[in-house]
């Protein structure tokens, strides 16, 4: 049974990280100021991470599938009709911009940085929103 104490929990998280990064942050500052961009990518792998947490907490207790990737979380959400598809390609994008903010896999592209916090982060107040109707 899916835990929705947690799932919640991580909801918020997930809301508390977009904030912080729509008020804290300039994106103007970002290549000329190190904490600017440290504390942006950071918040950001936050939140991602958050949301990876919960896709991960309900395809384990709704047995949705054995995913193989962090990116496969969504699409078996997305499968089981808990994300819509152009929400789910976003979510798998953000889950592959995760990586490299975590694991270095190549140099951040400051640019693409400031497109996501630009751009994408009402993806995931989108994915709150989805998780929080289908979770009641």
């Not at 440290?38 to 918040?43: D, I, K, L, V, W």
């Not at 592959?96 to 400051?110: A, D, E, P, S, T």
């Amino acid at each position: 049974m899916t835990d929705l104490d947690l799932i919640a929990k991580k909801l918020a998280q997930i809301e508390t990280y977009v904030r912080e990064l729509r008020t804290l942050v300039s994106t103007e500052k970002i290549k000329t100021e190190i904490k600017e961009e440290r504390f942006a990518a950071h918040t950001l792998q936050l939140a991602i991470q958050n949301a990876l947490d919960v896709a991960s907490h309900i395809v384990s207790d709704e047995r949705l599938g054995e995913p193989q990737t962090n990116q496969e979380l969504f699409t078996l959400l997305e499968r089981n009709g808990w994300l819509a598809a152009p929400l789910a390609r976003n979510l798998r994008n953000m889950a592959g911009f995760r990586n490299i903010l975590v694991h270095g896999y190549q140099k951040l592209n400051l640019d693409v940085l400031t497109d996501v916090l630009q751009n994408r982060l009402s993806d995931l107040l989108d994915f709150v929103q989805a998780i929080r109707q289908r979770a009641r």
